[in-house]
């Protein structure tokens, strides 16, 4: 059945596009900019005539030019620009004079400071020259275990600029849940801060760092940063050298950027481990390099003038953007601290007024909070912000007004969906879209996005599963470790093979939006801060009063988003109160305080394939109401009479709802 055609909740603005980055680029490409569902057939019906005009608007200086745009279309393995040579922290310093404010730092307690493009350019050149004496060299990995601040941005640059891979994760994580990420990559330098804020308490990390040192036999050397104060220990405790941030991003040098190939490897983010040990997404120079430009500089209309502020730790794709926000010549902010500490809930909205930033990024919890607890942004002078950008779930219709009424009916509320996999967005908005309440309004240009059913057929207005039926520049080149490439097969081609299929659920409307429905995975995704239920599973069940576990994180209908652990008890266990602080004091410290569950309930069991494997998905989806038979096959449970448990929790957390 086909949906109704709905009123949009807002239609662009006529000056607002006319002054737009994305109409300007179509005028350069020779298309129509005020009809984007035209622009966007033309940028996925004529892939190299699209990312060719890309490359020519934002342009990009290659040391030595390409020799096709696509030389080969097909999934995975596209070869996208073959022969260009180019580096990508040439583009996100070019644009940057030497009094332009580059990074604004910023934290909970509403402080901060600025770095020039001439400071950021020469603490990048100084790192670099130190990296370089401490033996990284290209194809070497730099890792950091640094909170957002611009130290991280500073250390990726800096090994950019030497065609070293850089990796990194906020300290929020474990030094067993950082090591499992790092010590697959075999890195040469490790950078780590002392500490960071959150909700109002310095989090001393300098134990912790010791720790992942230990852990990390390849490094040859580790720098320290001093954010929050704190003493390091004495050099000798550490199995290898060390250097302060201090002597090593204060060296008077040339920053001299080494050209790569369009395709070789930038950084490496990393899967949430649903499914066991985290993999290693490896991302090219040149296709980050275009995506972002595209994102940021079309859909996102950022420039020279512009501030984003997008509240992210480091370990969240979102970082990734932040960083690049360089490349557009616009000022990044990075936040170190919780997004509404309870000092002073607004403290975002504050600083978003004090230093007029122009594109605000947050979650729809976070949106969903303000609203709950009576937060008013108009109290401040929002006039500066042009976009309310909004990712890491679907945000649900009831927030539109809300932002309309609270932060100003001159924004362009843009939702967002998209992934670490690609390190950009699938669909969200432009200056040239409708807003439909509870929809992205579009797919991202160059995004051939399309919904399929169980038999892989396209369909519009049903729920389908998000895929993309050709390529991107910014799909993995590979995953770490995976030679022969099935690993990175397995995660996005077996289902439709030459086809990426993500792991959510959309609807593609008759109307041209996106709806997104959550995730056909396990993926735990709070506040868009994803981790892995193998991350959980594994503190918990290392209690001897736990025999198994089992974490979901559920979306809504409302907009929230559930996360139960469910546990099954030794003998002569009990789940009171001491033991659910336990677990939640184990989940903080060996996995992430982010994900500490609501609520910890007993179950008779886990039910597991015949295979032994955990039924996440499942009941997930059972505690979202599914019916037990259009879930499962219980034939193929070993217990199958523990589904209808499942599906009776949901049905009475939802009783209790309405």
Sequence with gaps: MTRPYPEPFATPDPQAVADSRILDFARHAGADGTDYAALHHWSVTDLEGFWAAVWDYFGIDADSPYEQVLAQERMPGARWFPGATLNYTHHALRNLTDDT???????????????????????????????????????????????????????????????????????????????????????????????????????????????????LPTLKATVFVDHVGLPWPPPQAYPSPVVRWEDASTRTEELTCTPVPFDHPLWIVFSSGTTGPPKGIVHGHGGVLLEHLKTLGLHSDLGPGDRLLWYTTTHWMMWNLVASTLLTGATTCTYDGSPAPFAKLDVLWELAARHRVTVFGT??????????????????????????????????????????????????????????????????????????????????????????????VPIVDQVGELVV???????????????????????????????????????????????????????????????????????????PEITEALVIGAEEPDGGYWMPLFVVLATDATLDDPLREKIKQAIRTGASPRHVPDEILEVPGIPHTRTGKKLEVPVKRLLQGAPVDQVVNPAAVDAPDLLDHFAHLGAERRDRST
């Design 101 to 215: 404010v580059a990074v604004i730092a910023l934290d909970e307690t509403g402080s901060g400071y600025e770095v020039t493009g001439g400071r950021l350019r020469a603490q990048v050149a100084s790192l670099a020259a130190t990296l370089r004496d401490l033996g990284v060299g290209q194809g070497d990995r730099v890792v950091g275990y640094l909170p957002n601040t611009p130290h991280a941005i500073v250390a990726f640059l800096a090994a950019a600029s030497l065609g070293a891979v850089w990796s990194v994760c906020g300290q929020d994580y474990a030094p067993k849940a950082a090591a499992d990420r790092f010590a697959q990559l075999e890195p040469t330098v490790l950078i780590s801060a002392d500490g960071y804020l959150f909700n109002g308490t310095t989090h001393d990390r300098r134990d912790a760092t010791l720790e992942l040192v230990g852990t």
């Design 363 to 456: 979650s729809p919890q976070y949106l969903l909070g303000m609203a709950k607890y009576g937060i008013d942004p108009s109290a401040y002078d929002l006039s500066s912000i042009r976009v309310v950008g909004c990712t890491g779930s679907a945000l649900p219709a009831s927030a539109y007004p809300w932002v309309r009424h609270h932060v100003g009916d001159h924004v362009l509320l843009a939702s967002i969906s998209g992934g670490t996999d690609v390190v950009s967005g699938f669909a969200g908005s432009a200056p040239n879209t409708p807003v439909w309440a509870g929809e992205l309004s579009a797919p991202h240009l160059g995004v051939a996005l399309a919904a399929y059913d169980a038999e892989g």
């Design 469 to 543: 039926t050709r390529p991107m520049p910014s799909m993995p080149l590979y995953f770490w470790n995976d030679p022969d490439g099935t690993r990175y097969r397995d995660a996005y081609f077996t289902s439709h093979p030459g086809v990426w299929r993500h792991g959510d659920w959309i609807t593609l409307t008759s109307h041209g939006s996106v709806i997104v429905h959550g995730r056909s995975d396990s993926t735990l995704n709070r506040n868009g801060v994803r981790l892995g239920s193998a991350d959980i599973h594994e503190v918990v069940e290392r209690l």
